[in-house]
């Protein structure tokens, strides 16, 4: 009994290694804008364009727009934004701040970037302080605030290993996602199961040409 609850234990610790989406287009960011009624961050929507529609950074990956990455009951983020901007419809002193955008599902709390700040502040929402009572039933509690700007917050939360890319697909690979690989070490590198050089190619094939950072 303990091993196999051992073994439950690492299976629900371990990330699904699903391969990562392809990039979003222009067109496709645009109707998700449209839909949420206002811009990404900057930083969000060239990740969005450049490296993958969602799937990569902190716990299970951030949420893509939709047709990219989902949470685990297939919500992108205009889905999640739609459904917390509808709390009031549980208690009318739940009024969802404007232009916060869930972007990783946390197993029941959510990491969301303020689109309306300059750098997309990023703010944890914990449903589990809600209770009810007092002035505002725990709304304000149930907010706060863990980094200042998105940069800062994937810098300081490394991602799980669940970013591997989907199987080399023809064309170039974008410089930001060259970076992105480039800018781990060789150790950061081989928790991915990566060798020491010659990563590039394993990552991304023939695609990923005769690039000198992965020599």
């Not at 990491?111 to 039933?137: F, T």
């Not at 928790?191 to 590039?200: C, D, K, M, Q, R």
């Amino acid at each position: 009994m303990s091993a196999k609850a051992d073994d439950i234990e690492r299976r629900l610790r371990t990330p699904d290694r699903r391969p990562l989406p392809e990039p979003a287009t222009s067109d496709a960011l645009a109707a998700a804008e449209s839909r949420l009624g206002f811009a990404l961050p900057l930083l969000l929507r060239r990740l969005y364009l450049e490296v993958a529609n969602g799937g990569f950074g902190p716990g299970p990956g951030i949420v893509g727009i939709s047709g990219g990455w989902t949470t685990d009951h297939g919500k992108s983020i205009e889905d999640l934004y739609e459904e917390m901007s509808d709390s009031t419809t549980e208690n009318p002193r739940w009024v969802w701040p404007a232009a916060h955008v869930p972007i990783v599902d946390l197993g029941g709390s959510f990491a969301c970037v303020d689109a309306a700040s300059p750098d997309g502040r990023v703010v944890e929402w914990n449903p589990d302080e809600l209770d009810g009572r007092g002035r505002d039933g725990g709304w304000s509690r149930s907010f706060r605030d863990v980094a200042p700007g998105l940069e800062a917050w994937l810098e300081a939360a490394p991602p799980e290993p669940l970013l591997v890319p989907s199987a080399a697909a023809p064309g170039s690979v974008p410089e930001i996602t060259r970076q992105y690989w480039a800018s781990m070490t060789a150790e950061q590198r081989a928790e991915y199961g990566l060798p020491a050089t010659g990563w590039g190619r394993v990552l991304f094939g023939d695609a990923w040409g005769d690039d000198p950072r992965d020599q």
